[in-house]
């Protein structure tokens, strides 16, 4: 365990211990006498001394010290009841301080730094170990107060965990503590007298990854995009690693035009965000991710425990999940068993009072049991499942009464149906043998089939049967046709959605007869590149059922719509199942199996892209040496990932692949593509370019593959490679390839293509609105910065009304968010009248009368804009005359309006190098427009037929006018404003100006 650094004598020291390990700081003592089995007269000695010197008359026997050269003095920092105790922290000290200490000139500094580095592990150590729930609470209230003084942020600004570590500044070290909040990653340091703050919005993070620096071989790194930042010797730094980067890729997906990337709603409400929340959603996904469950899913339970597999006659022990609406099993050796037992499926489930340890039995619909044994929080588990599977038969009994309703729009598309169905097995069956596929077809599928018929006996047939191995090895070598469509239903769960909506693809079919959308005609174009060699596909009626499917999911998931390469996979899905199993084994590929792959920017095939991109760096060296930019390789890729192979290799070798897919999900397509990569990387590594490589790769797809029934037939297969042994290498070869590492890195590089987009929308914002304004690209580039950190500071905190994300002209911004960049960029200071001031101007931005400014109407103004048409709406405003909305020759103004008017010029000089001349030339123009005010109401007495109380008035002409004899007000109002300096200094007071305004506000002032 760490201590707290205490003084010790190292003369006297080297009396009662002797050094097991030493370096240059550091020392690894052992107690005298202890572990020496020849010198138990020592031991005996050493322990009457402890009791009698020692205050606390107990010793650990292993210790750290930390030395430092050439001093007398030593402090203990570390101590342990064992050799393996004490060696963790030896082995933490070497990898993390070790190195550092030599940046240091005086010894008094490496004692402070090494002592505030182990004091603030022992506050981390004893912050995890907290049993209390109230202590625990104290602890995080002190530490958000001390947060909210070194940072100064609103209370709203919910921080979620701290951690002790260092950040470094050059090549040295500064201590101190590392806060996570909702919105920023902030870092305090006070050492050496030298106080260190960094507050970094998540907005700005571009990425965050482990790196080896030099000598320092274990550093978190947080790049944005001008600086990166260094963290290390954290106590945990897996956990560390794991909350930055599922904050940072929360808070984008919140803050950023993400293109359908939802969040749950819990996760909404930054506000309540807690620690627990973020594990349990990372589990979430996780479990989600490896069952293939639908998004909707929310893990209820998770609890260890060992269930009965009767084909290996023994209890497997591993973990189950309970979600809303399934129950699932994996086993604690991957490949062993894994179970998914849709609750549907459920009659009863019990509690077991037997020899056998905290037993349940678990019921399902086929006549069958599950047995459940050692389950951690019995009692729990079971009351919650029995009131779900209540839940569950409730709903149930809702949906049969309203689906009753619907039974006349299924019958009307069933004999329809059942048409199509003959009609693709008939087409199927004339393929195979024009093929020739049918010369083998015979005994290879009746062998084939009594194989699988024995393995449904074993371990059991649907959704909950027994996955293990033995099914993998089953389908590398192919599913049998009579049996593939029923297999794809039950592996991807499909047939559980049928079940759940009866007849709603007929009623989909039936509202987007003739209904024409974007969707629709981008499906009008696909459909005859749909396999366009198979004959299924060269008639209509294959055509036609082929639409309707991809129609009807355009209606069903209009926030997708359709995407091109649904075409492909629909059309071979249609070959082997029913039209409407097709239509929802598509809807369990886009939604559950692929989520995020077909929606506008297709983000989930690009963060799997950069995934794989990682992957091949990590497992194929030698081919990055040779291709360094892996990007060139994505063309070929990303057809592999958005089209299951189904695109790039023959059809019968594809379908294997989609066995494999409904079976393992979107590591299989991992493995396989690496394996491919890694058949051929001596080929390429020879290429000469990069067009060869990926010709060669698109030959090798093309020509190169067989099922093992073709090779039967084939004499010359020896440049051919069978899809079963390159299936089988694939999962054996990167078995390491797991799903809850795929999600770690999805979560790492969705950060990165999420901010790759911003920079796309950046490009094209500043790109259409660069032509119409002044402004030179590094003013524009910094003012939409501005723009979009004045918007982002309104989600963080939510104030005013923050319109939706980003439009094609930028960051939009409301009247109060208008009045922060108005009081940080405009040249004249207001004060009191400034709030009037930027509302008379957003009115005079806002022609449409939209309540909001796009970033390109704010650039307008600051690139074009004039003192004349400002002094204009100033007039316009204070005149009551005027109609809102409706534009005419402006009213005079009279004499306490005027005044107004005056008062807010003379706030506007206040700071100005030249003051006094220009106070001095105000008064002059108020006197003079005074003169011109009094004359025309002489001039308006009753002499002229009028009353003699009218009132006084002046124009805007005579005001202008009147300006205009003054040079230093003509030369203060066209003075050039520097907007670059302007727009840096607002960088460095948004933040704290933005604050205050709002807690002034909110009224947490």
Same mark, same amino acid.
């Given at each position: 365990m760490?201590?707290?650094?205490?003084?010790?004598?190292?003369?006297?020291?080297?009396?009662?211990?002797?050094?097991?390990?030493?370096?240059?700081?550091?020392?690894?003592?052992?107690?005298?006498?202890?572990?020496d089995?020849?010198?138990?007269?020592?031991?005996?000695?050493?322990?009457?001394?402890?009791?009698?010197?020692?205050?606390?008359?107990r010793?650990?026997?292993?210790?750290?010290l930390?030395?430092?050269?050439?001093?007398q003095?030593?402090?203990v920092?570390?101590?342990?009841?064992?050799?393996?105790?004490?060696?963790?922290?030896?082995?933490?000290?070497e990898?993390?301080?070790?190195h550092s200490?030599?940046?240091?000139?005086?010894?008094?500094?490496?004692?402070?730094?090494?002592?505030?580095?182990?004091?603030?592990?022992?506050?981390?150590?004893?912050?995890?170990?907290?049993?209390?729930?109230?202590?625990?609470?104290?602890?995080?209230?002190?530490?958000?107060?001390?947060?909210?003084? +070194?940072?100064?942020?609103?209370?709203?600004?919910?921080?979620?965990?701290?951690?002790?570590?260092?950040?470094?500044?050059?090549?040295?070290?500064?201590?101190?503590?590392?806060?996570?909040?909702?919105?920023?990653?902030?870092?305090?340091?006070?050492?050496?007298?030298?106080?260190?703050?960094?507050?970094?919005?998540?907005?700005?993070?571009?990425?965050?990854?482990?790196?080896?620096?030099?000598?320092?071989?274990?550093?978190?790194?947080?790049?944005?995009?001008?600086?990166?930042?260094?963290?290390?010797?954290?106590?945990?730094?897996?956990?560390?690693?794991?909350?930055?980067?599922?904050?940072?890729?929360?808070?984008?997906?919140?803050?950023l035009?993400?293109?359908?990337?939802?969040?749950?709603?819990a996760?909404?409400?930054?506000?309540?965000?807690?620690?627990?929340?973020?594990e349990?959603?990372a589990?979430?996904?996780?479990v989600?991710?490896?069952?293939?469950?639908?998004?909707?899913?929310?893990?209820?339970?998770?609890?260890?425990?060992?269930?009965?597999?009767?084909?290996? +006659?023994?209890?497997?022990?591993?973990?189950?999940?309970?979600?809303d609406?399934?129950?699932?099993?994996?086993?604690?050796?991957a490949?062993?068993?894994?179970?998914i037992?849709?609750?549907?499926?459920?009659?009863?489930?019990?509690?077991?009072?037997?020899?056998?340890?905290?037993?349940?039995?678990?019921?399902?619909?086929?006549?069958?049991?599950?047995?459940?044994?050692?389950?951690?929080?019995?009692?729990s588990?079971?009351d919650?499942?029995?009131?779900?599977?209540?839940?569950l038969?409730?709903r149930?009994?809702?949906?049969?009464r309203?689906?009753?309703?619907?039974?006349?729009?299924?019958?009307?598309?069933?004999?329809?149906?059942?048409t199509?169905?003959?009609f693709f097995?008939?087409m199927?069956?004339?393929?195979?043998?024009?093929?020739g596929?049918?010369?083998?077809?015979?005994?290879?599928? &009746?062998?084939?089939?009594?194989?699988?018929?024995?393995?449904?006996?074993?371990?059991?047939?649907?959704?909950?049967?027994?996955?293990?191995?033995?099914?993998?090895?089953?389908?590398?070598?192919?599913?049998?046709?009579?049996?593939?469509?029923?297999?794809?239903?039950?592996?991807?769960?499909?047939?559980?959605?049928?079940?759940?909506?009866?007849?709603?693809?007929?009623?989909?079919?039936?509202?987007?007869?003739?209904?024409t959308?974007?969707?629709?005609?981008?499906?009008?174009?696909?459909?005859?590149?749909?396999?366009?060699?198979?004959?299924?596909?060269?008639?209509?009626?294959?055509?036609?059922?082929?639409?309707?499917?991809?129609?009807?999911?355009?209606?069903?998931?209009?926030?997708i719509?359709?995407?091109?390469?649904?075409?492909?996979?629909a059309?071979?899905?249609?070959?082997?199942?029913?039209?409407?199993?097709?239509?929802w084994?598509l809807?369990?590929?886009?939604?559950?199996?692929?989520?995020?792959?077909?929606?506008?920017?297709?983000?989930g095939?690009q963060?799997?892209?950069?995934?794989?991109?990682e992957?091949?760096?990590?497992?194929?060296?030698?081919?990055?040496?040779?291709?360094?930019?892996?990007?060139t390789?994505?063309?070929?890729?990303?057809t592999?990932?958005?089209?299951?192979?189904?695109?790039?290799?023959?059809?019968?070798?594809?379908?294997?692949v989609?066995d494999?897919?409904?079976?393992?999900?979107?590591?299989?397509?991992?493995?396989?593509?690496?394996?491919i990569?890694?058949?051929?990387?001596?080929?390429?590594?020879?290429?000469?370019?990069?067009?060869q490589?990926?010709?060669?790769?698109?030959?090798?797809?093309?020509?190169?593959?067989?099922t093992?029934?073709?090779?039967?037939?084939?004499?010359?297969?020896?440049?051919?490679?069978?899809?079963?042994?390159?299936?089988?290498?694939?999962?054996?070869?990167?078995?390491?390839?797991?799903?809850?590492?795929l999600?770690?890195?999805?979560?790492?590089h969705?950060?990165?293509?999420? &901010?790759?987009?911003?920079?796309?929308?950046?490009?094209?914002?500043? +790109?259409?609105?660069?032509?119409?304004?002044?402004?030179?690209?590094?003013?524009?580039?910094?003012?939409?910065?501005?723009?979009?950190?004045?918007?982002?500071?309104s989600?963080?905190?939510?104030?005013?009304?923050?319109?939706?994300?980003?439009?094609?002209?930028?960051?939009?911004?409301?009247?109060?968010?208008?009045?922060?960049?108005?009081?940080?960029l405009?040249p004249?200071?207001?004060?009191?009248?400034?709030?009037?001031?930027?509302?008379?101007?957003?009115?005079?931005?806002?022609h449409k009368?939209?309540?909001?400014?796009?970033?390109?109407?704010?650039?307008?103004?600051?690139?074009n804009?004039?003192?004349?048409?400002?002094?204009?709406?100033?007039?316009?405003?204070?005149?009551?005359?005027?109609?809102?909305?409706?534009?005419?020759?402006?009213?005079?103004?009279?004499?306490?309006?005027?005044? &107004?008017?005056?008062?807010?010029?003379?706030?506007?000089?206040?700071d100005e190098?030249?003051?006094?001349?220009?106070?001095?030339?105000?008064?002059?123009?108020t006197?003079?427009?005074?003169?011109?005010?009094?004359a025309?109401?002489?001039q308006?007495?009753?002499?002229n037929g009028?009353?003699?109380?009218?009132?006084?008035?002046?124009?805007?002409?005579?005001?202008?006018?009147s300006?205009?004899t003054?040079?230093?007000?003509?030369?203060?109002?066209?003075?050039?404003?520097?907007?670059?300096?302007?727009?840096?200094?607002?960088?460095?007071?948004?933040?704290?100006?933005?604050?205050?305004?709002?807690?002034?506000?909110?009224?947490?002032?």
């Amino acid at each position: 365990m760490w201590l707290k650094p205490e003084e010790v004598l190292l003369k006297n020291a080297l009396k009662l211990w002797v050094t097991e390990k030493s370096n240059e700081y550091f020392l690894l003592q052992r107690r005298r006498g202890h572990g020496d089995a020849g010198s138990r007269f020592t031991g005996m000695l050493v322990g009457a001394l402890d009791t009698v010197l020692d205050s606390n008359a107990r010793v650990a026997p292993f210790r750290i010290l930390l030395q430092v050269p050439g001093g007398q003095v030593s402090w203990v920092i570390a101590s342990g009841a064992t050799l393996d105790e004490v060696n963790t922290h030896w082995r933490w000290l070497e990898l993390n301080l070790l190195h550092s200490l030599s940046v240091f000139e005086y010894k008094e500094d490496v004692t402070s730094f090494v002592s505030g580095k182990i004091k603030g592990l022992i506050a981390e150590e004893q912050l995890c170990k907290q049993s209390s729930a109230e202590q625990g609470a104290d602890h995080q209230e002190d530490v958000r107060v001390r947060f909210e003084q +070194r940072f100064a942020l609103l209370r709203r600004e919910r921080m979620l965990v701290h951690y002790s570590c260092c950040l470094w500044k050059g090549h040295v070290p500064r201590q101190g503590w590392l806060y996570l909040t909702t919105n920023h990653l902030a870092f305090y340091s006070f050492l050496l007298g030298k106080e260190v703050k960094l507050l970094l919005p998540w907005a700005e993070v571009t990425g965050v990854e482990r790196v080896c620096v030099s000598l320092r071989t274990d550093v978190l790194r947080v790049r944005t995009r001008t600086h990166q930042r260094d963290f290390s010797m954290f106590l945990f730094m897996d956990d560390a690693i794991a909350t930055i980067t599922q904050v940072a890729d929360i808070t984008l997906r919140r803050v950023l035009d993400c293109a359908g990337l939802e969040l749950p709603h819990a996760l909404q409400q930054h506000t309540l965000i807690t620690k627990r929340m973020l594990e349990e959603h990372a589990l979430q996904q996780c479990v989600l991710s490896m069952f293939g469950l639908p998004q909707s899913e929310n893990v209820c339970e998770v609890r260890a425990c060992a269930v009965w597999t009767p084909h290996a +006659r023994c209890h497997t022990h591993g973990t189950l999940y309970a979600t809303d609406s399934y129950l699932c099993f994996s086993s604690r050796e991957a490949g062993v068993c894994t179970l998914i037992i849709p609750l549907k499926e459920v009659t009863f489930i019990e509690k077991e009072e037997s020899m056998l340890p905290s037993s349940v039995i678990v019921c399902i619909r086929s006549k069958r049991a599950i047995q459940l044994i050692s389950v951690t929080d019995r009692d729990s588990l079971v009351d919650g499942l029995i009131d779900r599977l209540r839940q569950l038969s409730w709903r149930q009994t809702l949906f049969r009464r309203q689906d009753q309703c619907k039974q006349s729009v299924s019958l009307y598309f069933s004999a329809e149906l059942a048409t199509m169905r003959f009609f693709f097995f008939s087409m199927l069956s004339s393929t195979q043998k024009r093929l020739g596929i049918n010369s083998w077809g015979g005994s290879q599928e &009746q062998e084939k089939e009594k194989l699988w018929e024995e393995h449904f006996e074993e371990f059991g047939r649907g959704v909950h049967m027994f996955r293990t191995d033995k099914m993998h090895r089953l389908l590398t070598k192919g599913i049998p046709e009579c049996l593939r469509g029923e297999l794809w239903l039950t592996l991807s769960d499909a047939s559980s959605e049928i079940a759940a909506h009866p007849g709603h693809y007929a009623e989909l079919v039936e509202h987007s007869m003739g209904v024409t959308t974007t969707a629709t005609e981008e499906i009008e174009r696909d459909l005859h590149r749909s396999l366009p060699e198979h004959p299924a596909f060269q008639n209509q009626a294959g055509i036609n059922a082929l639409r309707r499917v991809l129609t009807a999911y355009a209606h069903h998931n209009p926030n997708i719509g359709y995407c091109q390469s649904m075409n492909i996979l629909a059309s071979v899905l249609l070959l082997y199942t029913k039209e409407e199993e097709a239509f929802w084994l598509l809807v369990t590929v886009c939604e559950r199996m692929l989520p995020n792959y077909f929606n506008r920017r297709v983000i989930g095939a690009q963060v799997d892209q950069s995934v794989f991109e990682e992957l091949i760096c990590e497992r194929l060296p030698e081919l990055v040496v040779h291709i360094p930019d892996l990007s060139t390789l994505a063309s070929v890729s990303i057809t592999w990932f958005l089209t299951l192979f189904l695109s790039v290799l023959p059809l019968q070798s594809a379908v294997c692949v989609l066995d494999c897919f409904f079976f393992h999900g979107i590591r299989i397509i991992f493995q396989l593509g690496l394996c491919i990569l890694n058949t051929n990387v001596s080929k390429l590594c020879t290429s000469t370019d990069d067009g060869q490589a990926l010709m060669l790769l698109t030959r090798y797809t093309l020509t190169h593959f067989q099922t093992f029934e073709d090779c039967e037939s084939t004499e010359e297969s020896a440049e051919h490679t069978y899809i079963t042994a390159l299936l089988n290498e694939a999962y054996e070869r990167y078995a390491d390839v797991t799903v809850k590492k795929l999600e770690m890195l999805r979560c790492r590089h969705r950060i990165q293509v999420l &901010q790759a987009h911003e920079d796309t929308t950046k490009e094209n914002t500043l +790109r259409l609105v660069s032509p119409n304004v002044s402004l030179s690209a590094q003013d524009l580039s910094d003012l939409y910065d501005l723009v979009k950190t004045e918007h982002l500071i309104s989600l963080y905190w939510g104030d005013g009304v923050c319109v939706p994300r980003v439009c094609s002209e930028g960051y939009r911004l409301d009247r109060a968010q208008f009045k922060s960049v108005f009081n940080l960029l405009s040249p004249w200071e207001c004060e009191t009248h400034c709030n009037p001031f930027s509302q008379r101007t957003f009115t005079l931005l806002d022609h449409k009368h939209a309540n909001h400014l796009t970033f390109q109407q704010i650039a307008l103004w600051l690139g074009n804009c004039g003192y004349e048409e400002q002094l204009k709406q100033i007039i316009k405003d204070l005149a009551k005359e005027k109609e809102r909305d409706v534009e005419k020759i402006l009213s005079p103004m009279n004499q306490r309006e005027f005044i &107004q008017f005056c008062k807010t010029l003379y706030t506007m000089f206040h700071d100005e190098p030249n003051e006094s001349e220009l106070y001095q030339a105000i008064a002059m123009v108020t006197s003079l427009v005074l003169q011109i005010g009094e004359a025309g109401h002489k001039q308006g007495g009753p002499g002229n037929g009028q009353d003699s109380q009218s009132d006084w008035t002046v124009s805007f002409p005579q005001i202008l006018a009147s300006l205009l004899t003054e040079t230093v007000l003509v030369n203060f109002f066209e003075k050039p404003l520097d907007l670059r300096a302007r727009i840096a200094s607002a960088r460095e007071r948004q933040y704290q100006e933005r604050v205050g305004l709002l807690d002034i506000e909110h009224g947490t002032v």
